[in-house]
Nanobody, 126 residues
Framework: QVQLVESGGGLVQSGGSLRLSCAVS????????MGWFRQAPGKEREFVAGIGASGGSTYYASSVKGRFTISRDDAKNTVFLVMNSLKPEDTAVYYC???????????????????WGQGTQVTVSS
């Protein structure tokens, strides 16, 4: 059984930083792309960042590019999201996601996600 456990969310002031972690068990994810999504109240879940096998490629939603950094540690089956210069509009529940995507992509759709984590709340105060 695949399990994804996110951690690192919390309350931060505008301009602050947070580091999210996602530990994956029950599946080898090293050959595949991994991603982070978020969902704000009343809005659809949206793609935030993705990373290819061995961290060979990273890609971001335009709203977070330059502020967020995704990385992975395949030895520990863990994916990270470092979020800098946080804004109130970044407030959402953040979800880690596994996929079966290989090769070159520049985004991940929710339909391509195999497994979701339980989510971690990020709240940015103004």
């Amino acid at each position: 059984q695949v399990q994804l456990v996110e951690s690192g969310g919390g309350l931060v002031q505008s301009g602050g930083s947070l580091r999210l972690s996602c530990a994956v068990s029950g599946r080898t994810f090293s050959p595949y792309h991994m991603g982070w999504f978020r969902q704000a109240p009343g809005k659809e879940r949206e793609f935030v960042a993705g990373i290819g096998a061995s961290g060979g490629s990273t890609y971001y939603a335009s709203s977070v590019k330059g502020r967020f950094t995704i990385s992975r540690d395949d030895a520990k089956n863990t994916v990270f999201l470092v979020m800098n210069s946080l804004k109130p509009e970044d407030t959402a529940v953040y979800y880690c996601a596994t996929t079966s995507i290989v090769g070159w992509v520049t985004s991940i759709s929710a339909r391509e996600v195999n497994d979701w984590g339980q989510g971690t709340q990020v709240t940015v105060s103004s």
